[in-house]
């Protein structure tokens, strides 16, 4: 996956989870299962030694651990930022998921990233198919604006929101085509300097 003087974003899903053992959590912020722990330690040591340059995961506990797999692989144990617009379609209203306190139990050099829809309580929609592609479409603009070619962004999310924001990474309106990720896949595209977007890999 070289970057080819694009600016690259690896898609990945998160861990296999459970939801019957989520302590303290809302019941849409599941657990990961012993098997989804390894994951995160595999998929650790594949990525070990490629270069990313930023770290950026849904605030669900499974997709923040998945993120941990792989900073915690990587000798400078790097910035994970937190993004609460990179959470499941369809979670419960009014939940958004971890606070960064809580999600430095599990990762100390984590941060809130900047507020993408420009409030302190993070009030927008997970549930309504316009909701969605909105909140895709800003994730996608936030990225292109803040990173540029040459650069590699890792983004950690979920099976649902993911079908909404690769294609509108492809500038493709989301569900013209539906597709699977399994756990911990990896979906690469780049952003070329002539406006066009290249899907290198799905589900890989």
Known sequence: MKKHDTLQI???R???TNYTDIG???PSDGELTPNGEQQC????KKLKDLPIDAYITSSLLRSFKTAVGVCNAKPDKPLLEICPELVECG???GYFGCSEEYLQKYYENTKMCENLFGTENYEFGCEAFEDNVIRAEKVITYIKNRFTFGERVAVF???GFLEYLIPTALGVKPHLFRFSLDNVSATVIEFCRDGNAVLRCVNK
């Not at 330690?41 to 650790?44: C, F, K, Q, R, T």
Request: glycine share 6%; hydrophobic share 30%.
């Open 10 to 12: 690896i898609f990945i």
């Open 41 to 44: 330690v595999d998929l650790g």
């Open 157 to 159: 999310s979920h099976h």
């Open 91 to 93: 979670c419960t209203p």
């Open 14 to 16: 998160h861990a296999e």
């Open 24 to 26: 303290d959590r809302d």
